[in-house]
């Protein structure tokens, strides 16, 4: 039987630059770096639409004439669903093929190209119970800087599962220049939100990292987030309502600026072009204090 190596957290520390106090999260190689393309990373709830939203605004990107590559970060690997029209093989699957010999690969084994010439990528996970999403991440990033796909690309958005609640699905936040924040209008979302804001602040210690702002989707009403925004130094940079052709895009594996031109389409479809401009022309840095959990549950409460 091998012996365990128990290494202190001490030693860990100083082995790594702290994220905050007690971390020990993922580090990225300091020599893998994106390049001079305006890097997104789009957290939020699980379930919440990151991925119709980063689909979205990576269309909308590439409508300015922008060259775009999308990442998907999520063990589903459906982030580019709409922009493929099918679930690509991930990075981790292709990497397994070759003994994880990255040398062996070409572009076109992991990178496709989705609608309007957006890059598509999906890192994929570990298997479950195993590994970390931090070196999943940090292999996409080697490899797409091995084959010098990031010096033709001017936008990378990082679509990132779930809640940020371990450093592995953090790693997004040490390439990116700036996090938007996916919620809509109820309490579950805005608390994830909030576990979201401090991860940020976490990394925003040791890397460029900052909050971009707030994106408000499926939701009619935006009071609640009017509410936590204030509370904390937030701002909503967009809104999505709560609509049928958006679900159906969906479904039809399609994004919102393939589907039949009803008003209501093109009226969100004007929103994702008014917020890719808006990102692109770039935003101050918010700062943002995230509020302790029992606070939020005395802010919003529950009637």
Known sequence: ???????????????????????????????????????FAVYGKGGIGKS????????????????????????????????TKRLVPT????????????????????????????MCVEAGGPPAGTGC?????????KLLKEHHLLEDTDVVIFDVLGDVVCGGFAAPL????????????????????NRIVAAIQAKSKNYRVRIGGVIANRSGDTDQIDKFNTAVGLQTMARFPLLDAIRKSRLKKATLFEMEPTPEVLAVQN???????????????????????????DLLGFD
């Open 1 to 39: 039987m091998n012996d365990i190596v128990s290494v202190p957290i001490s030693e860990l520390k100083r082995a790594r630059p702290p994220d905050g106090e007690g971390s020990v999260q993922v580090q990225i190689d300091p020599n893998v770096k994106i390049g001079t393309a305006k890097v």
């Open 52 to 83: 119709t939203t980063s689909s979205n605004l990576s269309v909308a990107f590439s409508k300015l004439g922008k060259r775009v590559l999308q990442i998907g970060c999520d063990p589903k690997h459906d982030s580019t669903f709409t922009l």
């Open 91 to 118: 990075v981790i699957d292709i990497l397994e093929t070759v003994d994880f010999h990255g040398e062996e690969l070409r572009p076109e084994d992991y990178v496709f190209a989705g609608y309007n010439g957006v």
């Open 133 to 141: 999403g931090g070196y999943v991440v940090g292999q996409t990033v």
């Open 174 to 193: 040490q390439h990116a220049e700036r996090a938007l924040i996916v919620t809509a209008n109820d309490f579950d979302s805005i608390f994830a939100m």
């Open 271 to 297: 929103e994702y072009l008014q917020l890719a401009a808006r990102l692109w022309a770039g935003t101050d840095p918010l700062v943002v204090q995230p509020m302790k959990d029992r606070d939020i549950f």
